[in-house]
């Protein structure tokens, strides 16, 4: 399984991004990607990774971190094999390399990441 996440790069305070990240090569793990539950990480410099947020297999269900709740959107097209982070109202403390992740039954595939950075 591969994951691949784009969209990162530099916004002003306030801004807006919308990461994505495409998986391939799902068959292999015998699952399909629309059975996996997705969910976007981060790691600001010199921190711990967090969980930012999750969206269920059929996408039902999200849940978000208390800190970016209200602000950012997880979504998905299983179609596609893609899932979405749409960020808005960003702020310096929402800078960090953002993290795809997909999750099913003990078994986690991390994308490399893409670095978003939130300064005026």
């Known amino acids: 399984v591969q994951l691949v996440e784009s969209g990162g790069g530099l916004v002003q305070p306030g801004g807006s991004l919308r990461l994505s990240c495409t998986g391939s090569g799902f068959t292999a793990s015998g699952f399909t990607f629309s059975t996996y539950i997705m969910r976007w990480h981060r790691q600001a410099p010199g921190k711990e990774r967090e969980l930012v947020a999750l969206?269920?297999?059929?996408?039902?269900?999200?849940n978000y971190a208390d800190a970016v709740k209200g602000r950012f959107t997880i979504s998905r097209d299983n179609a596609k094999k893609t899932v979405y982070l749409q960020m808005n109202s960003l702020k310096v403390e929402d800078t960090a390399v953002y993290f795809c992740?997909?999750?099913?039954?003990?078994?986690?595939?991390w994308g490399k990441g893409t670095l978003v950075t939130v300064s005026s």
């Open positions: 992740n997909a999750y099913l039954r003990g078994s986690t595939y």
């Open positions: 969206i269920s297999s059929d996408g039902s269900n999200r």
